[in-house]
């Protein structure tokens, strides 16, 4: 059982190791507390979304599942967003679109047909959790790194603003890309260069369209 | 018209979708290794942006809006692109094979395609008066990711071949590519307004 949340946290990050919701993890890392407001949502709909598609997985067709799962998660979704605009308004502006595109998100829909669809309601929630608390870490790393070098602030409090000159480029979208390579290295080298096999399409294990993706990829000629 | 021709060229070059705004970052990792396939799925991407906004944005302005049901609007988006792709997946199959076989195989992808719902929001958030305007829009946000996905296919398939460590092999290098190509589209930042 504590397995099951933990794994997410270290062992499966779902956005260092799976790679997953690449897309928020690039977007709204340019500060530490952007990661806190932007985990949390996610958290949320991931705990919810896990345990309601737990409950439903035998009543829900095999063949409709993937609609299914998506109208479900869009529905937490729009539950957190008014949430999110009746109390967090500071919350709503940075995350701007960011926050209905949480819907989209493949480590949400990932999990719902990795795990939850096969497992009971208490397990599907732990996962649900250890994930979002994965994702939010994650997040909240990057964010930290992008705004210390790229603001000299942390979490909005001047660090080195005032002594080094900050390197705006950081929280500029191409920081984005490379911290979140060099994250996702640091990862790989830390697990003992675990990644032995080639990331043919990356972080695929666990993303839904792993399948197709991959087929698109070998449709394409050579190789 | 120079307005419309502005918001074309800003959505390709310096708002460009994926390297600027970070919307369908999944495929622009995932399918961009070899060119041909990168192709397909630019135009696939582009062609469903479009008839998703042709679609979405009249359903906001005439159905949602005047109903005092925008709350919905996640909900309904998602559920209309995602079945607007099986339709158009079917009906290429039946009636136009060749183009079927030659973007079939990239439609199921694009449901989860977070540029494609994230065009259909912003379209309707901001340019809420002009549908001329939102459908150029999402024409640029695909040219936009064309572009990048060929771009971007033609540098993986040099790094593909450098010496790099161990650990940075696959994804890590992948993404410090991305950021240069991100960085040269930072120069376009300022055009079209």
């Given at each position: 059982m504590i397995k099951t949340f933990t794994n997410g946290i270290l062992r499966e990050n779902p956005t260092l190791r799976l790679v997953l919701g690449t897309c928020p993890t690039l977007a709204i890392t340019t500060a530490a507390l952007n990661g806190v407001g932007m985990g949390i949502a996610a958290t949320l709909v991931?705990?919810?979304?896990?345990?309601?598609?737990?409950?439903?997985?035998?009543?829900?067709?095999?063949?409709?599942?993937?609609?299914?799962?998506?109208?479900?998660?869009?529905?937490?979704?729009?539950?957190?967003?008014?949430?999110?605009?009746?109390?967090?308004?500071?919350?709503?502006?940075?995350?701007?679109?960011?926050?209905?595109?949480?819907?989209?998100?493949?480590?949400?829909?990932?999990?719902?047909?990795?795990?939850?669809?096969?497992?009971?309601?208490?397990?599907?929630?732990?996962?649900?959790?250890?994930?979002?608390?994965?994702?939010?870490?994650?997040?909240?790393?990057?964010?930290?790194?992008?705004?210390?070098?790229g603001a000299g602030t942390l979490f909005g409090i001047t660090v080195t603003a005032g002594s080094i000159e900050p390197m705006v480029l950081f929280i500029l979208p191409p920081g984005g890309f490379f911290v979140f390579g060099m994250l996702i290295a640091l990862a790989n080298k830390l697990s003992g260069g675990g990644n032995k096999k080639e990331f043919g399409c990356m972080g695929c294990a666990g993303c839904p369209s792993a399948k197709t993706c991959s087929e698109a990829n070998g449709g394409g000629g050579n190789e | 018209m120079s307005n419309i021709l502005a918001i074309l060229v800003s959505a390709i070059l310096s708002d460009n979708y994926v390297l600027a705004k970070f919307l369908g970052i999944c495929p622009f990792l995932g399918v961009s290794k070899k060119l041909d396939s990168a192709v397909g799925m630019s135009v696939a991407v582009t062609f469903v942006m479009l008839i998703a906004t042709a679609a979405t944005w009249p359903i906001q302005m005439y159905l949602l809006n005047p109903n005092g049901l925008d709350y919905l609007q996640t909900i309904v988006f998602i559920l209309v692109i995602a079945s607007l792709v099986q339709l158009v997946e079917t009906f290429l199959k039946k009636f136009i094979p060749p183009l079927h076989k030659a973007l079939g195989i990239y439609l199921p992808l694009i449901t989860t395609n977070c540029a494609v719902l994230g065009v259909a929001i912003l379209n309707v958030e901001e340019y809420p008066d002009n549908f001329l305007a939102a459908l150029v829009n999402s024409l640029g946000a695909g040219m936009g990711f064309l572009l990048a996905m060929v771009i971007f296919a033609g540098i993986r398939s040099k790094v593909e071949r450098a010496n790099v460590p161990d650990f940075l092999k696959g994804l890590p290098v992948t993404l410090v590519s991305a950021a240069i190509t991100s960085l040269a589209f930072m120069g376009f930042q300022g055009m079209g307004g």
């Open positions: 991931l705990v919810c979304s896990n345990a309601a598609i737990s409950l439903l997985r035998k009543v829900i067709p095999e063949q409709v599942r993937i609609p299914a799962y998506i109208t479900i998660i869009a529905g937490f979704v729009t539950v957190v967003q008014m949430l999110v605009k009746a109390y967090a308004q500071s919350i709503d502006e940075t995350l701007g679109i960011y926050l209905p595109l949480i819907v989209v998100n493949c480590i949400i829909l990932g999990r719902a047909e990795m795990f939850a669809s096969k497992n009971p309601v208490l397990p599907s929630v732990l996962d649900g959790l250890g994930m979002g608390i994965g994702f939010t870490a994650a997040l909240v790393t990057m964010g930290a790194i992008r705004e210390l070098i | -």
